[in-house]
């Protein structure tokens, strides 16, 4: 043992690169792994905001149908003005209008316009459609219950992030 700590020949140049190397191919995979842990964090975090604001329009759109009038009315994003499905400049309309005007007037699939999400900060980056068939969407052996589309959009690059097929149940028909 003393030899060795007397000997003061160092390392040989071959042997530095070599130990390099070793390093070098020990250090690859660790730092992958890493960038793939950090990628993956993202995905989940991206997911996790998704389903946050799926949750927050589920129930926007089952409140909406729930309540007639003025406690559910459809605003355009970056607009505090109310959404004129039908055109006839009367009341606001709410939630409860998409299925008249797709039932009575049209008698066929209606979507509407982008809706802004009322609520939290992190709701800015996302809007959201509903669309109504009444061909499709409605079974009459369930009274009082409506099915909707509801499809919800990434704001900045227009992506359908989460589309989901929701019934509410108003307890009543939808005159």
Known sequence: MKRLLKNKKGMSFLEVLIALGILGLLSVPIMMMFMNAQIYAKKVDKQTEINAVTRTVTQIVSDGFKTPG???LLFAPDSTEDIDIDGDGSAPDGFRKIIKYARDVLRDKYTTPVLKIEGSGINEKYVYKITYDPANYHDANYEGV??????????????????????????????
């Open 146 to 175: 409506y099915s909707l589309l509801v499809t919800i959009i990434e704001k900045e690059s227009g992506k359908v992030v989460n589309e989901l097929k929701m019934s509410v149940n108003v307890n009543e028909n939808i005159n």
């Open 70 to 72: 003025e406690g559910a």
